[in-house]
């Protein structure tokens, strides 16, 4: 199956600071990406719908001035948790859909655990 | 709106035991049904899925039938083992495109020795 990449795999930042995750598609295209924010023994929330070329598209209760996602193309989406605080604190997973409609699923990174202390 | 329910966690069962783990939806049309596990400290990876009714999904000996009559999407799998320890996702995908992947609270599941 095709292949999505999320790096840092993990994270350690002072609070105050700002944090970069990376979403790529390794093989294939994908205009839409998908970030899902995971808290200790809880599901995954959707957070944002990464739009190639255009602006995310953020669930309610979400900031976007906190949670910036930027979709340059279309192996790429990053999202920067700007100034971080230790309830930022979370597992971040991405996920991406083969923009040729090929597949019914998305594919899911491995995830970014990040710690704000 | 769409959601899915599944079953409280955690599970726990002895080695070679049988596992159902209860899924049912909400959803208008016919969206894409999924399954998905998540091993201690991993990201998710996709263990079966099932996109129109009647349809089964297995992998690894896991199993789920898309039941539209009732909303239904059990997992089950005959003999599990230890190493099936982990917390198990159940998921759709609305079929009015947009392919963002709605998700179940998850289940753990524990299999002893």
């Known amino acids: 199956g095709a292949v999505v990449s999320q790096h840092p795999s993990w994270v350690i930042c002072k609070s105050g600071t700002s944090v970069k995750i990376e979403c790529r598609s390794l093989?294939?295209?994908?205009?839409?990406m998908f970030w899902y924010r995971q808290f200790p023994k809880q599901s995954l929330m959707l957070m944002a719908t990464s739009n190639e070329g255009s602006k995310a598209t953020y669930e309610q209760g979400v900031e976007k001035d906190k949670f910036l996602i930027n979709h340059a193309s279309l192996t790429l989406s990053t999202l920067t948790v700007t100034s971080a605080h230790p309830e930022d604190s979370s597992f971040y997973i991405c996920?991406?859909?083969?923009?040729?409609?090929?597949?019914?699923?998305?594919?899911f990174g491995q995830g970014t655990r990040l710690t704000v202390v | 709106g769409d959601s899915v329910t599944q079953m409280e966690g955690p599970v726990t069962l002895s080695e070679e035991a049988f596992l159902t783990i209860n899924c049912t939806y909400t959803?208008?049309?016919?969206?894409?049904l999924f399954w998905y596990v998540q091993y201690p400290g991993e990201g998710l990876q996709l263990l079966l899925k099932a996109t129109k009714a009647d349809d089964k999904g297995s992998n690894k000996g896991f199993e789920a039938t898309y039941r539209k009559e009732t909303t239904s999407f059990h997992l089950e799998k005959g003999s599990v083992q230890v190493s099936d320890s982990a917390v198990y996702f159940c998921a759709l995908s609305p079929d009015t495109g947009g392919f963002k992947t709605i998700f179940g609270a998850g289940t753990r599941l524990f299999v002893k020795a």
């Open positions: 093989d294939f295209q994908a205009t839409t």
């Open positions: 996920s991406a859909r083969d923009a040729s409609g090929g597949d019914t699923e998305a594919f």
């Open positions: 959803a208008t049309g016919y969206p894409s």
